[in-house]
């Protein structure tokens, strides 16, 4: 268990749906990061929140959003899914910068049909 | 734009051999890391190099960062099963945020 706790496990759902992704972060730790991983994409950075702020954005789709909440966990929004969003979605945290690394979920794998 | 790029994509190999895993960049980082990935699970980090020429072992796998902190080695020596997964390099951007490698597939035969 590496601390960070992402839910669901799995998710499938239909096109032009809408899904919440949750993440808790590692105890102690105020960053939180998304990343979205498929096969032919590698990891690609989606946003970031830092102690309940938004700090940086990465190509995230304006069909998507997320939020950190006042005891850190955050979600991430998925709507109007298309067939191109299945993938893995990774949350990873660290204690401030990713100088020293992030620790990462086990992550959502997400499937629409 | 900070790009790092991995080679080879793929490996396989046979237990007990040696293989060398690159992270390469035209851009000067603060630091690089190592993450293996199991399948169904998220990256695992193995090291963080920091200073220009550093050496760092971690049982049979050694991590180098280039002199000029551009890029990095991983090497591993006497492969065994277990080693199997994606092997991700990451560096922080002038944002600091973690940008990944596209990573090394490495299967390890016994």
């Known amino acids: 268990d590496s601390g960070v706790t992402q839910t669901p496990k799995h998710l499938i759902t239909a096109t032009g749906q809408r899904v919440t992704l949750r993440c808790s972060p590692r105890?102690?730790?105020?960053?939180v990061y998304w990343y979205q991983q498929s096969l032919d994409q590698g990891l690609q950075f989606l946003i970031q929140y830092y102690n309940g702020e938004e700090r940086a954005k990465g190509n995230i789709l304006e069909r998507f959003s997320a939020q950190q909440f006042p005891d850190l966990h955050s979600e991430l929004n998925l709507s109007s899914l298309e067939l191109g969003d299945s993938a893995l979605y990774f949350c990873?945290?660290?204690?401030?910068?990713?100088?020293?690394?992030?620790?990462f979920g086990s992550g959502t794998r997400l499937t629409v049909v | 734009t900070q790009l790092l790029e991995q080679s080879p994509q793929f490996l396989s190999i046979q237990e007990g051999e040696n293989l060398t895993v690159y992270c390469n960049s035209s851009s000067v980082f603060s630091s690089l890391q190592w993450y293996r990935q199991e399948p169904g699970e998220g990256p695992v980090l193995l090291v963080t190099?920091?200073?220009?020429?550093e050496v760092k072992k971690l049982k049979r796998l050694t991590f180098q960062f280039g002199d000029a902190r551009k890029d990095s080695s991983l090497h591993i020596t006497a492969a065994q099963p277990g080693d199997t997964g994606l092997y991700l390099c990451?560096?922080?951007?002038?944002?600091?945020?973690?940008?990944f490698g596209s990573g090394t597939r490495l299967l390890v035969r016994p």
């Open positions: 190099v920091v200073t220009g020429g």
């Open positions: 990873a945290s660290s204690v401030a910068s990713a100088n020293y690394g992030y620790t």
């Open positions: 105890s102690g730790d105020l960053s």
């Open positions: 990451a560096g922080p951007d002038s944002s600091y945020k973690l940008i």
